[in-house]
């Protein structure tokens, strides 16, 4: 085959170098269903962690400033990107014109009873539903999703199902997490809750999305899965 690589490469490269998080891992096979949801920030954490895009690396972003806490174990969904499609379905959802996606890959909000101490983990989630967030002119949504056999959230299957409280204090983080006194930013809005099919569809347009931008990479990692039969 033209696209084989040598086969001492191909075996030993996951011994010599760690997968991207974002680009190296799928987001499961079952997606939109269920995905594989790599986790960045947990409540606990009092420092903002971010996936460095081009090492792969989780990175100190910044010192929380604030009070705020996040409400869940927050994340990105693997080999997703907000970009044209996903800014498309924002402006139709909202009647807004000239939303565009962040750029980002798609955000999750993973839901669990137990304490989860730290980051740069994998988890499988369900997705239940989302916030339709704007930041500016950008399109930034938040699916929110359960941990999978959790003990309280996992037989939740609609976002609705969740405490209005629990879901305003997610809604609460979101809208208030980047006010700093003093500095002016662009207005965050949430315009709306939605439920597991439309997560769904965010999701699935976040692929395309991904598709459209770093379909090459993809493209490579499935020639190295062809060659070691592994994914």
Request: aromatic share 8%; net charge negative.
């Amino acid at each position: 085959m033209a696209n084989e690589l040598p086969e001492d490469l191909v075996r030993y490269l996951p011994m010599l170098y760690r997968r991207h998080p974002w680009h190296g891992i799928t987001c499961g096979e079952d997606s939109p269903r269920k995905v594989i949801a790599y986790i960045e920030i947990v409540p606990t954490d009092t420092v903002k962690y971010e996936l460095d895009k081009r090492t792969g690396y989780l990175k100190v972003d910044r010192p929380q400033q604030f009070s705020n806490v996040y409400p869940s174990l927050y994340g990105l969904i693997p080999q997703t990107y907000c970009g044209e499609k996903i800014g498309q379905l924002c402006s139709e959802r909202t009647g807004k014109p000239g939303i565009k996606g962040d750029g980002d890959p798609l955000d999750i909000c993973v839901l669990c009873e137990r304490d989860i101490t730290h980051g740069d983990i994998l988890v499988p989630a369900i997705p239940i539903g989302g916030l339709r967030m704007i930041d500016g002119d950008e399109a930034d949504d938040k699916i929110i999703a359960v941990l999978e056999g959790d003990a309280v959230y996992g037989s939740i299957t609609e976002v609705d199902q969740l405490p209005s409280t629990l879901l305003d204090r997610l809604e609460h983080y979101f809208l208030t997490y980047k006010q700093a006194p003093g500095l002016d930013r662009a207005k965050v809005e949430i315009p709306d809750i939605y439920g597991r099919h439309e997560a769904y569809d965010v999701i699935r347009r976040s692929q395309d999305d991904y598709e459209s931008s770093y379909g090459e990479v993809k493209r490579t990692k499935e020639i190295l899965a062809s060659t070691t039969g592994k994914s």
